[in-house]
């Protein structure tokens, strides 16, 4: 009993240091509604999203808006936007 309660302890105490560091320990976003998106061209498209695809082998993002726009771009020129409505 004493062994399982101190491995519990640490697990807490674990847990605790790396959230108390302002980290975040799972990513639970997936559901972006707006994106801004900044095109080689320099223009900034941005608009309500109606999904997006990521790879995990790939630092590319694909990006449909509500109007069917499709954009496939680097992650780096996209800003994906979750709005926490109440």
């Not at 994106?35 to 630092?59: C, F, Q, R, Y």
């Amino acid at each position: 009993m004493k062994n399982i309660l101190t491995k519990i302890i640490c697990g807490l105490a674990i847990v605790t240091t790396l959230t108390g560091c302002n980290r975040t320990i799972i990513d639970t976003t997936w559901n972006f509604d707006y994106a801004i998106i900044n095109l080689p061209t320099g223009e900034i498209v941005e608009g309500k999203v109606s999904g997006w695809k990521d790879w995990e082998d790939s630092d590319a993002v694909q990006v449909t808006f509500t109007d069917g726009a499709v954009y496939y771009t680097h992650l780096n020129n996209v800003v994906l936007i979750h709005s926490k409505e109440d």
